[in-house]
């Protein structure tokens, strides 16, 4: 039974701009995205409070923003100013249940 499904990676040139989704099972508690780029450990980049507040790694301040719609139990992950150093897996994470497939993101000219 899929619990969380990553979708919206995709190639893009520098600069460009993805939004990914993450659509979990009733119940799930989705609230951060993390990615794990070739050779390298998975990592946090941003997550989401209960009461909203976002925090981001440093590498993407400025350029991702995290939402949620609690009502269709979704989160979102815009995407701007993609750079070639974003190239990963993109997961979402939520406490209570496995990891997803998750979703290639690949910025490249």
């Known amino acids: 039974q899929v619990q969380i499904a990553e979708s919206g990676g995709g190639l893009v040139q520098p600069g460009g701009s993805l939004r990914l989704s993450c659509v979990a099972a009733?119940?799930?508690?989705?609230q951060a995205w993390y990615r794990q780029a070739p050779g390298k450990q998975r990592e946090l980049v941003t997550l989401?409070?209960?009461?909203?507040?976002?925090i981001y790694a440093d590498s993407v301040k400025g350029r991702f923003t995290i939402s949620r719609d609690s009502a269709k139990n979704t989160l979102y992950l815009q995407m701007n100013n993609l750079q070639p150093d974003d190239t990963a897996v993109y997961y979402c994470?939520?406490?209570?249940?496995?990891w997803g497939q998750g979703t290639q993101v690949t910025v490249s000219s």
């Open positions: 989401i409070t209960d009461g909203g507040t976002a």
């Open positions: 994470y939520a406490s209570n249940a496995n």
């Open positions: 009733e119940g799930i508690a989705i």
